[in-house]
């Protein structure tokens, strides 16, 4: 089944937002996402080289090393509740 990624950043900035962050804040990140080519096809490695190491310019919201592991677990954890259809 294809994974629709316009489906994975809603529920991903809903999850951000559940989670503390500000709505403009999340949709940064959604954005951030997407210039990095995020997609579902990717393993947990390939996520984590295309997210860790860049460099956040524009950012208003500090993230650090541990905050940023868990911004990937719930876009893992996005792409599990978009597979089944939330």
Request: charge should be positive; glycine fraction near 4%; avoid cysteine.
């Amino acid at each position: 089944m294809k994974i629709k990624m316009s489906k994975v950043y809603t529920i991903f900035a809903h999850f951000l937002v559940r989670d503390g962050w500000s709505f403009a804040d999340a949709l940064w990140e959604v954005n951030f996402l997407k210039a990095q080519k995020v997609n579902a096809d990717m393993t947990h490695k390939e996520l984590k080289e295309a997210y860790f190491p860049k460099v956040r310019l524009g950012a208003k919201k500090r993230v650090t090393r541990k905050d940023r592991m868990n911004v990937l677990l719930t876009l893992e954890n996005s792409m599990n509740h978009a597979s089944v259809g939330y």
